[in-house]
């Protein structure tokens, strides 16, 4: 059998690691098997243990990986978000109808948590879900408006707390009504900052326009 390049080796290993991210997430951990994560990279099972110790080992990476994506998407919206809107964009986000359905591999925040409890702390993926969750309480602390970290920290943790609860409850009672009320519930809540922003901006739009006529 012909020996595979680097780059194509490099290649199967992200085929796989997205694969398990994304299966993980929308199966949890013990819902999906190594041949089934394979197949779905489009790879043979034999190849596997040429690319990770154990199913175990996959997974921590696959939770780095799916935590880093969550990142990046955070980023990009905090670049694309109005001055001091940027924690009520996430949040929007994070609670958007798509993400309540239960087969959706949205957030690992909420996704992998209750695999992640049962597994415990020894487990290889408790450390990467535990510094996931850290950097996002710290990306949001930092978005903080209070000018006092502690203060910021421990509503950045309120804030995480809320959205993945929120989540995880709208996506357990999906097909009721309840779901949608649960999640627009959260959303109204976190971003009441936001609204009273726009309600504000629309006064002085009005204002204006109404000085201008007379």
């Known amino acids: 059998m012909p020996r595979v390049s680097r780059a194509q080796a490099d290649a199967n290993h992200q085929a796989i690691e997205a694969a398990a991210s994304r299966l993980f997430r929308e199966r949890g951990l013990q819902g999906v098997t190594v041949a089934e994560i394979m197949a779905d990279a489009g790879l043979t099972h034999g190849g596997f243990y040429a690319h990770y110790a154990s199913k175990d080992a996959l997974a921590a990476s696959a939770c780095e990986s799916a935590f880093a994506a969550s990142a990046d998407l955070w980023q990009h919206k905090i670049a694309a978000s ?26 690992p925040t909420a996704t992998l948590v209750a695999d ?51 989540l995880l409850l709208a996506r357990a009672c999906h097909g009721d009504p309840l779901s949608a009320e649960i999640a627009s ?9 936001r609204a009273r922003g726009r309600t504000k901006e629309t006064r002085v739009r009005r204002a204006k326009t109404i000085g201008g006529a007379r």
């Open 82 to 107: 109005a001055p001091g809107e940027s924690r009520e964009v996430i949040a929007e986000s994070y609670l958007r109808s798509t993400n309540c359905e239960p087969s959706v591999a949205s957030c």
């Open 116 to 166: 992640v409890a049962r597994a415990g702390a020894e487990h290889p993926i408790h450390a990467a879900y535990v510094d996931g969750v850290r950097q996002q309480i710290e990306t949001l602390a930092a978005l903080g408006h209070s000018n006092d970290p502690a203060r910021d920290r421990a509503d950045a943790c309120v804030r995480l707390s809320t959205m993945m609860g929120a």
């Open 185 to 193: 519930a959260a959303r109204a809540a976190l971003t009441t900052g």
